[in-house]
């Protein structure tokens, strides 16, 4: 029944969307090197040609519920700011996934992702240094 439910909703996205619109999945890795990550804010900004449409958490561990976000900016298009902590005392350190982002992208033209670390915090409330990075899901086919 699910899959019928699944199919349908598929077919009627492209019925209603068009053959030059698509639905990509974007993981956000942010990488805190050897420091933990107790907490962290990162903006993503799709600019032109993407809408965001929906956010799930990162990978097992404290970041596995999506991050904070103003449910506006799924109105509002393709840029968003997430946010998250753990009161862990032994938070992750290193690259981990903290979000996985939906966008529904429209028109031929390829879209350009952006992200930039905002702020991050190791445990205490010390301020560290992050590299975010963006990874598109594969498609599979």
Known sequence: MRTRIGLSLLVLAFVLFGQDDRFVAIDVYVDAG??????????VDAGEGASIVGVEGGEDGPYAEPAYYDPAALKEGGRIVLAAFTTEANPPSGRVRVARLHFHETGAAPVTYRAEAVVAAAPGGKKIPIEVELVPLEKKR
């Open 34 to 43: 050897e420091s933990g990550l107790a907490a962290w804010q990162v903006e």
